[in-house]
C-alpha cells in the first residue's frame, strides 16, 4: 500500500451578480461553509477565504469522492444567496485593499507582523501532505523531491490576472508568495537534526514565532508525520489537483525507496531549482527548462524523465502522470483563463467583461460543471 496523503484547498468566496469577491460575507454564507465542510472548515487569512482540510486518504477515489461532493454541495447551497464558491490561484478581477482580515489570533498577528504584505496576499494554494513513515528523516526525503517542485507549479498554475491585468505570470500567486520571509524553495539542508539547527538559530534571534511559520513551498509538516506540498496554485478542475497530488504522493514515495538518504543539493542544483522555479512561474508549461545535465528541457520532456524515474506501476500513478500530459497538451488553469479573455476581447467585450466571463469559468470548473 502507497502512502497515506490528506488535501487541503482554499477558496474565495464571490458575488454572483458581479463576479467579484465579497469582502464581507454575511453570517449564513460562512454558517454555510461550516455546514457543509463541517469538521475539515477551517478559516483563512481573510473573510471572503475559506479553506477544506480533508480526512486522511488511501486512494484518489477516495479524495475525489469527498473533494467533488464538498466542492458541489457548497456551490449549490451558497448560489440560494447569490454567492459562488471559486478555486484559483488569484481572482482575476482582484479587490485585495477591499479585503477583511480574519478575527483568529493567528491571522491577527500575521496582519501585524507582515502590514501590506499580508493584506496583499488574497491568493488561494492546494496543499499536500504525504504521510512519511516514523524513522524516515522527512529532509532527507524533501532533498529528492525538491528537483521537481517547478514541474508541480507549472501543472497547477492559475494566477495569470492580479487586480484585473494580465500579469505576464502563469503563476502570480507564486511571485506574491517571494514577499514573505522563508516562503520560497527550501533552505539547503543535509538532514532532520540540520534542519532543527536552522530552526532553533531562526527562534533565537527572534525570526520565528512558531515553527509552522517556515512556510517553504516544500516542508516537513509541524502537526503532521507528513511532507507538505506548498507551491502549487489552488486548482479549479478538481481532476488537476489530483494530479498534482498522485505525482507528489509517487515522488514522496520513491524517494523513501532510495537506499541512500537524500542531501543537500550542491550551489549547481540550488541554481537550476531557482530558475526553474522562475521559469515556471512565468511561462508556465511553455517554458524551457535545466536539466540535471543542464541541458535544455521543454515540460513534456519533463514530465517523461520524471515519469521513467519514477516508474508509476498501479493504475491510479500511471492516471496521474496521463492526466498531467494532458495539463500540457491542452493548457493549465492559467493558459484558459488567458485563452477565453483573449476571445472575449476579440468578441468585442470590454476588459472588465472579458474578466467576468474568466471568472465564470472558474466558477463552473470549481462547481464541478
Known amino acids: 500500500m502507497g502512502c497515506t496523503f490528506g488535501i487541503e484547498e482554499e477558496y474565495l468566496l464571490v458575488d454572483l451578480a458581479s463576479g467579484r469577491l465579497l469582502y464581507d460575507p454575511p453570517p449564513q454564507v460562512l454558517a454555510a461553509c461550516r455546514e457543509v465542510f463541517g469538521e475539515h472548515f477551517a478559516p483563512e487569512m481573510f473573510r471572503s477565504q475559506v479553506e477544506l482540510v480533508s480526512p486522511v486518504f488511501d486512494s484518489m477515489a477516495q479524495a475525489r469522492d469527498f473533494l467533488a461532493s464538498r466542492r458541489e454541495r457548497l456551490a449549490l447551497q451558497l448560489s440560494a444567496d447569490g454567492v459562488g464558491l471559486l478555486s484559483a490561484g488569484s481572482h482575476p478581477l482582484g479587490g485585495w485593499s477591499q479585503q477583511r482580515p480574519t478575527a483568529e489570533a493567528h491571522y491577527r498577528q500575521l496582519f501585524e507582523d507582515y502590514r501590506q504584505v499580508a493584506r496583499r496576499s488574497v491568493v488561494c494554494g492546494l496543499h499536500v501532505h504525504v504521510g512519511v513513515p516514523a524513522g524516515v528523516d522527512r529532509i532527507a526525503v524533501s532533498n529528492r523531491v525538491r528537483r521537481w517542485l517547478p514541474l508541480l507549479l507549472l501543472l497547477s498554475a492559475s494566477s495569470p490576472f492580479w487586480e484585473g491585468q494580465d500579469s505576464g505570470y502563469c503563476s502570480y500567486r507564486r511571485v506574491l508568495c517571494g514577499e514573505w520571509p522563508r516562503m520560497g524553495l527550501p533552505e539547503p539542508l543535509d538532514d532532520w537534526a540540520h534542519y532543527q539547527d536552522y530552526l532553533a538559530w531562526l527562534r533565537s534571534t527572534g525570526s520565528l514565532r512558531t515553527d509552522g511559520d517556515c512556510w517553504w513551498a516544500l516542508r516537513p509538516s509541524s502537526r503532521f508525520p507528513t511532507l507538505e506540498l506548498r507551491i502549487s496554485d489552488a486548482c479549479p478542475r478538481l481532476e488537476d489537483g489530483l494530479c498534482i497530488a498522485g505525482l507528489f504522493r509517487q515522488m514522496v514515495e520513491w524517494a523513501i525507496r532510495q ?32 536539466g540535471e545535465d543542464g541541458s535544455s528541457l521543454t515540460a513534456q520532456q519533463w514530465l517523461t524523465e520524471t515519469m521513467d524515474i519514477l516508474q508509476p506501476g498501479c493504475a491510479e500513478a500511471r492516471d496521474a502522470f496521463s492526466r498531467a500530459g494532458a495539463i500540457l497538451l491542452f493548457g493549465s488553469s492559467a493558459d484558459h483563463q488567458l485563452t477565453a479573455f483573449a476571445l472575449a476581447r476579440q468578441s468585442g467585450a470590454s476588459e472588465a467583461q472579458a474578466l467576468r466571463l474568466v471568472v465564470k469559468g472558474l466558477l463552473d470548473e470549481t462547481a464541478g460543471q
Open 259 to 290: 537506499p541512500v538518504p537524500g542531501r543537500a543539493p550542491d550551489q549547481q542544483a540550488l541554481w537550476r531549482e531557482q530558475e526553474n522555479y522562475w521559469r515556471a512561474m512565468r511561462l508556465g508549461r511553455r517554458g524551457q527548462f535545466i
